[in-house]
C-alpha cells in the first residue's frame, strides 16, 4: 500500500509539474525535431492533449458522480461518518477494475455496522446505481471526452492491464486515443 500510495504521489506531482509547464516543455520538443515535422508535431500535441484532457475530466466527472451518490444514500439512510466515506470514494474509483467496487464497499459495511436496517437498501441502491453509471454513462462519457469508442475503451483498458498491469490498466485509454486520433 506504501509502494502504491508513494507511486501515485510521484505521478501526481510530476503530472502537476509537466501540466503546469507545458508550453515550455513544447518549446524544447521544437527546438529538438526538425522543422519539415512540424505539422505531425502539432497534430501529436493535439492528440495527446485532447486524449489526456478527455481521460482527466472523465476521471473527475467519475468522482464527482460516486461521492454524489455516496452523500444521496449517506443522507437519506443515516449513515455516519459521510466524509470519510466520500473521500474514500472518491480515492477508489480511478483505480481501473477495482476502483468502482472498491467505493462501494465503506457505504455497505458501514451501513451493517451502525445501520442494520438499512443494509440491503444500501447495497442494493449503490449496486443498481453503479451498475447503471458504469454501464451506460462511463462508455458515453469516455467517448465524449476522449473520441474513443466505447469498445476501445474496454479493449484499450483490458489490453493495457495485460501489457504493463495496474499502470497499463490505468493509462491504456489515453495511449489508446492518442492512436486513434493520430
Known amino acids: 500500500v506504501a509502494s502504491i500510495v508513494g507511486t501515485l504521489s510521484i505521478i501526481l506531482v510530476l503530472s502537476i509539474f509537466i501540466v503546469s509547464d507545458a508550453s515550455g516543455l513544447q518549446a524544447k520538443w521544437r527546438r529538438v525535431i526538425p522543422n519539415r ?28 458522480i460516486q461521492v454524489a451518490l455516496t452523500i444521496v444514500v449517506g443522507l437519506v439512510f443515516g449513515l455516519p461518518y459521510l466524509l470519510l466515506l466520500c473521500l474514500i470514494a472518491a480515492l477508489c474509483m ?6 468502482p467496487g472498491l467505493a462501494l464497499l465503506p457505504p455497505i459495511f458501514i451501513a451493517a ?17 453503479q451498475a447503471l453509471i458504469m454501464n451506460l454513462v462511463v462508455p458515453r462519457l469516455m467517448k465524449k471526452t476522449s473520441g474513443v469508442h466505447p469498445i476501445i475503451t474496454i479493449l484499450s ?8 498491469g495496474l499502470w497499463g490498466a490505468i493509462f491504456g485509454l489515453p495511449v489508446a486515443a492518442v492512436i486513434s486520433i493520430l
Open 37 to 64: 515535422y512540424e505539422t505531425q508535431l502539432d497534430l501529436f500535441d493535439r492528440s495527446v492533449g485532447r486524449a489526456f484532457r478527455g481521460f482527466l475530466w472523465t476521471q473527475a466527472i467519475l468522482i464527482a
Open 157 to 164: 483498458v483490458l489490453v493495457g492491464a495485460q501489457v504493463a
Open 113 to 129: 455496522a451502525f445501520v442494520p436496517g438499512a443494509f440491503i437498501p444500501v447495497a442494493l441502491v449503490l449496486f443498481v446505481s
Open 94 to 99: 480511478p483505480l481501473p477494475f477495482v476502483g
